[in-house]
């Protein structure tokens, strides 16, 4: 997250205050503080008939790249909503969410730090129709899995791997 020259609030000019964790933007006027914290944001590893989706993303950045859906959660929205919404509006599919895998913290070019939170999800309705950014979607065997790109997802998909079964999700009543 970039610092604030300018109280959002109010306008005034910030100033440096020194506080425990450091130096942080400090508003004279109306006490305004900039903490900066990790943007929130969820991503589903969609899986059906133990097929793992992905989408290969049409537009810059990581153009080509495959990937999950991701993104970020919406003020009011939990992040199992936020999950689900941005695989209806990835990839037209609709699912129910297995498990939480694992949160991840991780370095994206334009908003800094953010928070992920990984989910597994079983598609169980809808049609596959990728989104806007989409050049492709499609479903692969665990063991024809493309290169992934970021650590959340190389580590999401080792992890769903280890737990025996979770694969075929739906058939075991998982
Ligand atoms: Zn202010």
Not at 24 to 32: E, M, T, V, Y
Not at 122 to 145: I, M, W
Request: net charge neutral; charged share 30%; glycine share 10%.
């Amino acid at each position: 997250m970039r610092d604030f020259v300018f109280c959002p609030f109010c306008g005034t000019r910030l100033e440096k205050k020194k506080g425990k964790k450091g130096l942080r933007n400090r508003c004279p006027s109306c006490g305004f503080t900039q903490y900066k914290n990790p943007l929130p944001s969820v991503g589903a590893i969609p899986v059906r008939d133990g097929e793992i989706l992905l989408i290969k993303r049409g537009v810059e950045p990581a153009k080509g790249a495959w990937v999950f859906p991701t993104g970020f959660v919406d003020e009011g929205e939990s992040p199992r909503e936020a999950c689900l919404r941005e695989l209806k509006e990835e990839t037209g599919l609709e699912g129910r969410i297995i498990r939480i895998i694992e949160a991840y913290s991780e370095q994206a070019d334009i908003y800094g730090h953010i928070l992920v939170i990984m989910y597994l999800v079983e598609v169980t309705g809808g049609e596959l129709r990728p989104g806007d950014d989409a050049a492709d979607a499609k479903f692969f065997k665990p063991s024809d899995l493309p290169d992934l790109l970021f650590t959340c997802f190389k580590d999401s998909v080792a992890h769903i791997s280890k737990l025996n079964g979770l694969l075929k999700v739906g058939e075991r009543g998982l």
